[in-house]
């Protein structure tokens, strides 16, 4: 008889420990309806204008799977979660920056931001997600538009988003203001505004 491990072994970034998946974040969960929900697009778009988004939009967008992670920068991180939604870089075609745009500021509702690359944002991993573990994402989770951006510390996977800002150079968002780290790669350990 062969020996099938439980599971494979795990890596995880360096000072995380392994934990069950949980809810995390400040604030509330959205009461707003999805039928209200829109993602405003603002900043430096390649057509000088903002853009109001609906739902339905990005919904219709061809969808994807990922398997990733979540690395909270507490230290706690959840692995093998399944995520299903747009990739990123298709949502922001559909307002795109202008050609001097290095960041994007992504916007919750009820204020919670993030600051990313506009590199990281475009990778090919990350994703606006709205469903789960194979069912629709469960509300506290983000519901119904999620940002996940696997290679970087959760709080840059910004729940519940309703707008997007291109930026022509960096500005803090909630927790980079907070003395997080402006990148926040899990896996080079930016965890704190002091190492950058
Ligand atoms: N809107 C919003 N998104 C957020 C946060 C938040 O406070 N508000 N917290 C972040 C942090 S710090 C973490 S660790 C993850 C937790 O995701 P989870 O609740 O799905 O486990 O959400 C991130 N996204
Ligand atoms: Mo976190």
Redesign the pocket.
Known sequence: MTHEPDALPRVLPPGQRLEP???????RVPSRTEDRWTVTVSGATASGEATTLSLEEIHALPTMTLEAD?H???R?S?LDLQWSGAAARSVLALAPPADEVSHVLVV???G?S?TLRLSDIMGSRTVFAWGMRGGEMPR???YPL?LVVPHL????????VRAIEYLNGYRAG??ESRGYHHIADAWREERYGYQQ
């Open positions: 998946l949980r809810v995390e974040h400040y604030g979540l909270c920068v507490s706690w959840a919750a509702e009820y919670y993030a506290e989770h983000g999620r510390y959760s709080f840059k996977s910004v729940k519940w909630f927790w």
